[in-house]
Nanobody
Framework: VQLQAYGGGLVQPGGSLRLSCAASGSIVSINAMGWYRQAPGKQRGLVAV???????NYADSVKGRFSISRDNAKKTVYLQMNSLKPEDTAVYYCNANGLAPGYQRYDRWGQGTLVTVSS
């Protein structure tokens, strides 16, 4: 199972970006898909997660500004980021877990995509 993330870049404060992450490989099912971020000198932490049933959870710092969604047919998770702040600057990583053939559980990370919020 591999995850490929897209969509990072440089944006001004108050701007928007949309991140995408597509899963590929031998996948039987995907349970939760989520986004995490790691700023310089800080630990990686949860941004948002969405389960297979559509339940979502957000970090307090992004509630009301970020929105996570998924397209199960495309095995893709999205993160719409609005009203971006300089403190949102970080490397964003996608994560997915579920089942592979043979009832093997997987928990995979994408390669990370840099989001820089600066004027």
């Amino acid at each position: 199972v591999q995850l490929q993330a897209y969509g990072g870049g440089l944006v001004q404060p108050g701007g928007s970006l949309r991140l995408s992450c597509a899963a590929s490989g031998s996948i039987v099912s995907i349970n939760a898909m989520g986004w995490y971020r790691q700023a310089p000198g800080k630990q990686r932490g949860l941004v948002a997660v969405v389960t297979s049933s559509g339940s979502t959870n957000y970090a307090d710092s992004v509630k009301g500004r970020f929105s996570i969604s998924r397209d199960n047919a495309k095995k893709t998770v999205y993160l719409q980021m609005n009203s971006l702040k300089p403190e949102d600057t970080a490397v964003y990583y996608c994560n997915a877990n579920g089942l592979a053939p043979g009832y093997q559980r997987y928990d995979r990370w994408g390669q990370g995509t840099l989001v820089t919020v600066s004027s």
